[in-house]
């Protein structure tokens, strides 16, 4: 299995092992752009893995802060409550860069930086860039997605 993402199109799409397509599924990139700087905000390019996956069996639209649910389940209500914040849902595929000097250690370091595919209030998503540096997915798409792949699989990130 492989994932590439690709930001022009703002699409995820599932290989598997002979390239072939499994599935495909909008996401939503960083409003920022490209790039692979700590703080930058924009998401990054190139090789990555993923380094682990969170949230197993937890109930959809679970909140995480700092990669812990917080015990909430959002609900358009909740998102009243903070419109601002930037709602990490229902599991995260924690990725980690492959590329030494590029998006794996110094200051590029995509793990470091703590950039997840995760899901997102689908009450908000749009197929347009607009996260902080994850790839954003609706729910029900990443829970497909996160019961099809392991950890340690191959995901690319490409800008066209």
Known sequence: MKIRINIAEQRLD???????LVGTWPVSTAERGVGEACGSGCT???EHIIR???GQDLPVNTVFIGRRPTGEIYSPELGELE???DWI???????????????????QDTMRRYIY????????FQQTPRSHGCIRMRNEDLLTL???????????ILET
């Not at 599932?14 to 072939?20: F, H, I, P, S, Y």
């Not at 595919?117 to 908000?124: F, K, M, N, S």
């Not at 996160?146 to 690319?156: A, G, I, K, N």
């Open 14 to 20: 599932l290989l598997d092992d002979a390239e072939r």
């Open 83 to 85: 419109p601002e914040r």
């Open 44 to 46: 990054p390019r190139g």
């Open 89 to 107: 849902l229902s599991r995260i595929l924690w990725l980690s860069g492959k590329e030494i000097g590029f998006n794996r250690l110094g200051n």
């Open 52 to 54: 682990a996956k969170i």
């Open 117 to 124: 595919i995760h899901g997102t209030p689908d009450d908000q």
């Open 146 to 156: 996160f019961d099809l792949v392991p950890v340690y699989t191959p995901v690319e």
